[in-house]
């Protein structure tokens, strides 16, 4: 049966949706989570209310395995060389330390997992610095939009996971300087984005898969890796994180 958690008290409490145990049945076959090879999660962070909200959505969910938790930056660097896991979500500010130092150090031990930040901070430097760290989602605490276990999937399947209302502000940054064709360049290279590529990267930037946003743009899903081919050497990056994180030029 479907509960609401709460953290905080008074009148900043926060309240979060749990969905109800299993595996949604129209989850397609071919995609990364199924209840027989779930993905599996690590936890780090030193709120003790909020790893507990965490924790009960994606243990609520069939496609997750909650590998384990910590809440520090010496947890998390054990855990990280304790299990093979495929997502780290790890909040900034840790008793020890920062959850930067842990992502980078994550991606020097498991270059292929995925870091998403779970943070009270709802700026776009912190934003940012993780993805220029190579996290591919930043979600804050106390919104209503959090849904952890869909976050997860969402990272697993080549997707960026962004709340809502900083996505919005990352995407507030692009519009003029596409314009200006100053923010969408590297100095190295002087080529624009083409309008598709363009759009490619602003969908990306809005956490959409390659599948979704070929359907959106109505083209392949071949198609937009292509395009996001292109926007990658012309932008010099590498990861969808990095492209993101131009957007602040």
């Known amino acids: 049966m479907s509960e609401f958690l709460t953290t905080g008290k008074g009148p900043s409490a926060r309240h979060y949706f749990a969905p109800p145990s299993g595996s949604p049945s129209m989850w397609p076959g071919f995609l990364a989570g199924q209840a ?34 910590g809440a520090s930056v010496k947890d998390g660097r054990r855990l990280i060389g304790q299990h093979d896991f495929d ?13 930067f130092s842990l ?24 934003a940012l610095k ?17 849904n952890f276990a869909q976050d997860v999937l969402q990272v697993v399947n080549g ?34 984005l ?5 759009q490619v990267l602003e969908l990306i930037a809005a956490g959409h898969t390659s599948e979704a946003i070929g359907a959106r743009l109505e083209i392949s899903e071949k198609t937009v890796n292509t395009h996001i081919k292109n926007l ?11 492209a993101v994180m131009l957007l602040n030029l």
């Not at 020097?108 to 998403?116: D, I, N, S, Y």
């Not at 993780?130 to 959090?146: D, E, I, M, Q």
């Not at 990658?232 to 990095?242: C, D, P, W």
């Open 130 to 146: 993780a993805f220029g760290l190579g996290a591919t989602g930043y979600l804050v605490k106390n919104s209503w939009f959090g």
């Open 87 to 99: 997502v780290l979500l790890v909040d900034l500010n840790l008793g020890d330390g920062t959850g």
């Open 194 to 198: 083409s309008e598709r590529e363009t």
């Open 103 to 126: 992502i980078k150090h994550m991606k020097a031990m498991r270059p292929l997992a995925e870091a998403v930040v779970i943070s009270a901070m709802e700026d776009e430097q912190h």
């Open 36 to 69: 027989d090879k779930p993905v599996r999660v690590l936890l780090v962070d030193d709120d003790a209310n909020m790893s507990r909200v965490i924790a009960h959505e994606l243990l609520a969910d069939l496609r997750i395995n909650l590998l384990g938790q």
């Open 232 to 242: 990658f050497r012309k932008l010099g990056v590498r990861t969808r994180a990095q």
């Open 159 to 192: 997707g960026l996971s962004i709340t809502p209302s900083l996505a919005r502000r990352l995407l507030g940054k692009l519009e003029p300087a596409v314009k200006s064709g100053a923010a969408l360049k590297r100095s190295e290279t002087k080529e624009k």
